[in-house]
């Protein structure tokens, strides 16, 4: 599989725009604009492998993407919360 510099850009742009709604949705995080925006990567990444493996779909373009992307990073910004707390007792 090749990825062109231009799928690379959209998909660090839909990670970026999905980490900050993430960080707006799951406040207190204590991650910052910037470490939002990088769990938003990651979370689209997630959301990208996993939703379609579980058989969830949001349509098709970039608004469902971001949709995707965003519940991606929510999800994995509910799980650092966790493990944060677990490793404060």
Do not use: K, N, Y
Not at 5 to 13: D, F, I, R, Y
Not at 35 to 48: N, P
């Amino acid at each position: 599989m090749d990825i062109s510099a231009e799928v690379l850009l959209v998909v660090l742009l839909i990670g970026a725009i999905a980490g900050w709604l993430a960080g707006q949705i799951v406040q207190g995080t204590g991650f910052g604009l910037i470490g939002d925006i990088a769990i938003g990567i990651v979370g689209a990444l997630i959301a990208s492998l996993l939703f379609p493996r579980l058989g969830i779909h949001f349509g098709a373009g970039i608004v469902a993407e971001i949709i995707a992307a965003t519940l991606g990073a929510v999800i994995l910004l509910l799980i650092m919360r966790l493990v944060r707390r677990r490793g404060r007792w």
